[in-house]
């Protein structure tokens, strides 16, 4: 199972554009990469998923290089009530028992 | 669709006394989850399910039992309840895979003196 490791804490200012970067070095070749939004006091929220080179919504995209050993999260032009935490999880998508591991993710707070 | 529910929304525990959690899903979903929260902490696996009648341990499971007799209920107990478990508790679920979009419920929160 592919550890992975995000900032603890991130600031920005209203209408900046946000990348939180996931460093995932033992990621597997089924792996898929997913980012999770959790606001105080509610169950997180699946933002985006990917596996390679770059996803995008109506939320935000997902940058994956090459060597997939890193997924960059981009927001772009954020507000205050983007202030939440981001969890990136690492894993297969098809079947398998593997036990998802949200660890502490990135706490971004956005300021006026 | 209500998609995710969880019952109760809140509950007080005294040390040793039991309850259970339940969990409702209506999107047919295959898998399900128990996770809880604490201050400061990300999520953390309690059990977990990959269809009616099946259950797993997750990361932390001592002290937790689950059960899901139907597809779209997953119950979490607590047998004899201690203060370690005060947390805030949430259930999920997803259509398969267990890295394919989760979807969470509101969340419990237990506290037990």
């Known amino acids: 199972l592919a550890k992975t490791t995000q900032p603890i804490s991130m600031d920005s200012y209203e209408g900046q554009e946000v990348n939180i970067t996931c460093s995932h070095n033992?990621?597997?070749?089924?792996?898929?990469i997913t980012w999770y939004q959790q606001f105080p006091s509610q169950g997180p929220r699946f933002i985006i998923q990917g596996y390679k080179t770059k996803v995008t919504n109506e939320v935000a995209s997902l940058f994956i290089p090459a060597d997939r050993k890193s997924s960059t999260l981009s927001l772009p032009r954020v507000s205050l009530s983007d202030t939440a935490v981001y969890y990136c999880?690492?894993?297969?998508?098809?079947?398998?028992?593997?036990?998802?591991?949200f660890g502490r993710g990135t706490s971004l707070i956005v300021h006026p | 669709n209500a998609g995710v529910t969880q019952t109760p929304k809140f509950r007080v525990l005294k040390t040793g006394q039991s309850m259970t959690l339940l969990c409702a899903q209506d999107?047919?979903?295959?898998?399900m989850y128990w996770y809880r929260q604490d201050p400061g902490m990300g999520l953390r696996l309690i059990h977990y399910s990959v269809g009616e009648g099946t259950t797993a341990k997750g990361e932390v499971p001592d002290g937790y039992n689950v059960s899901r007799l139907k597809k779209q209920n997953f119950l979490l107990g607590l047998e004899s309840a201690a203060p370690s478990q005060t947390s805030v508790y949430f259930c999920?679920?997803?259509?398969?895979?267990?890295?394919?979009?989760?979807?969470f419920g509101p969340g419990t929160r237990l506290t037990v003196l």
């Open positions: 033992n990621i597997a070749t089924n792996d898929y």
């Open positions: 999880l690492v894993g297969e998508r098809t079947g398998g028992s593997y036990i998802p591991t």
């Open positions: 999107m047919n979903h295959e898998y």
């Open positions: 999920a679920s997803s259509r398969d895979s267990s890295y394919n979009e989760q979807f």
